[in-house]
C-alpha cells in the first residue's frame, strides 16, 4: 500500500509548465535576434561554442531534478504493516455535482473549488466512518468506493473536474440512487448522503429516489451552494475565462440556486438543508446531525504502519542537478573540430 503524505506539494507541478513555457519563449526570442543580425546559418556560424542541444539537455535535467525534489516533498510512504482495526462509525456518502454551472464564481474560488475545500476539512474531522464518493451531473458515477482510508479519498477528492462526467445536466436523481446502491441492503440507520449542489435539477426523479432512501431509512441532508439571484457559467480554458456560457439565442446563461427542491429533498428523509456560503459551506451543521445517527462496529483492514520513501525521489533529483550542473553549455573540442573539419572539406 503506498501513499502520499503531504500532496498538498503536488500543486507545485503546476510550476513546471510555466517554465516549459518560458524555456520555449527565451529559445524562440533568441533565435529570432539572430535571425535580425542577418542570415540565420551565417550568424550562427560565427557562435559556434554555443550548443543549443547542450541547453535543451541542461533545461530537461532541471526539470527533472525540480519534479524530484516536489515527489520527495509529498514523501512517499509504503505501508508495511496490515491490522485488523474494530471502529464504530456511520456510512457516509457524498453526492457532489460536477455539472458546467458549479464553475459559477459566486463562491470563491467557484463553487465546485469551494465545495471541494470544505470537505477536505470534513474528512479531518471524521472519525471511524466510512466515506464515499459519487460525482454527477447528468449521470453519476462512483468516484470513491466507500472506505475508512481517508487519505486516499483525499486524493480521489483532489481529482475531481467538471470534465469527469460527459453527459451535462445535474441528475440528483441518479446521483441518489448510486448511492442507495452502494450502500447495500443492511439496515440504513446508521448511513446518510450529502448531496451538494446548486439544485438545478433537469431530471424529474429526484423526489422519487428521495422517497426510496425514506424507504430505506437512509438521511439526506443537502447542501446548496450558489446564489439564488444567479450568475453566468465562466467558459474557462486553461484557467483562464474566456467569455461566458450561451444558449442557442445567443443569451447569457445564469445558474441559479435552487433551494425549495433541495429542502424537499432533506425534509424526505427528516435530512437538513444548509445553504452554502463563502465563511461557512454547512458541512459543520451536516456533522452534528450526523452525529445522532445510530453508530455500528465496523471491521476493516488498515495498514497501521508506514515507511518513509522520499529519500529515492531526493537522491534522483540530487543526480539530475548535480549533472545539470556540471554540463557546459559550449560545444565541445570533439564536436568543434568535427565541424571544422565538415566546413573545410565543403
Known amino acids: ?193 450529502v448531496v451538494i449542489t446548486d439544485g438545478e435539477n433537469h431530471e424529474p426523479e429526484a423526489i422519487e429516489a428521495a422517497e426510496e432512501a425514506a424507504k430505506a431509512n437512509i438521511m439526506i441532508n443537502t447542501i446548496g451552494i450558489g446564489s439564488e439571484s444567479g450568475v453566468p457559467i465562466p467558459l474557462v480554458t486553461n484557467g483562464i475565462i474566456g467569455g461566458y456560457r450561451k444558449d442557442k439565442e445567443g443569451n447569457t446563461i445564469v445558474t441559479k440556486l435552487d433551494k425549495t427542491l433541495l429542502q424537499d429533498l432533506a425534509g424526505k428523509t427528516n435530512g437538513i438543508y444548509v445553504q452554502a456560503t463563502n465563511a461557512d459551506i454547512g458541512l459543520d451543521a451536516i456533522l452534528d446531525k450526523l452525529s445522532t445517527l445510530d453508530k455500528k462496529a465496523i471491521d476493516s483492514k488498515m495498514y497501521t504502519d508506514y515507511e518513509d520513501q522520499f529519500q529515492w525521489f531526493l537522491g534522483l533529483a540530487l543526480i539530475f542537478l548535480t549533472l545539470e550542473f556540471f554540463i557546459s553549455e559550449r560545444v565541445s573540442n570533439f564536436l568543434r573540430k568535427l565541424n571544422l573539419f565538415k566546413h573545410a572539406k565543403a
Not at 26 to 54: A, C, F, H, Q
Not at 131 to 153: H, K, M, N, R, W
Open 1 to 193: 500500500m503506498f501513499k502520499f503524505e503531504n500532496y498538498i506539494f503536488f500543486y507545485a507541478f503546476i510550476a513546471l509548465p510555466m517554465m516549459v513555457a518560458i524555456f520555449i519563449w527565451y529559445w524562440l526570442s533568441l533565435k529570432r535576434k539572430i535571425k535580425k543580425l542577418g542570415e540565420y546559418e551565417l550568424t550562427k556560424s560565427l557562435i559556434p561554442d554555443v550548443s543549443k542541444t547542450k541547453k535543451a539537455v541542461k533545461f530537461i535535467l532541471l526539470i527533472f531534478g525540480i519534479s524530484g525534489l516536489i515527489l520527495a516533498l509529498c514523501n512517499l510512504q509504503s505501508g508495511n504493516k496490515m491490522e485488523e482495526v474494530k471502529r464504530e462509525g456511520a456510512d457516509i456518502i457524498v453526492c457532489l455535482d460536477v455539472s458546467n454551472s458549479m464553475l459559477a464564481q459566486d463562491l470563491s474560488p467557484n463553487r465546485l473549488e469551494r465545495a471541494k475545500f470544505a470537505l477536505e476539512k470534513m474528512i479531518d474531522k471524521l472519525q471511524g466512518d466510512r466515506l464515499g464518493i459519487i460525482v454527477f451531473a447528468g449521470e453519476a458515477y462512483v468516484q470513491l468506493p466507500i472506505t475508512t482510508d481517508y487519505s486516499a479519498a483525499k486524493l480521489f477528492l483532489g481529482g475531481i473536474n467538471t470534465q469527469m462526467v460527459p453527459t451535462q445536466g445535474t441528475n440528483i436523481g441518479a446521483a441518489i440512487r448510486k448511492a442507495l446502491e452502494s450502500f447495500g441492503k443492511d439496515d440504513g440507520k446508521n448511513k446518510t448522503i
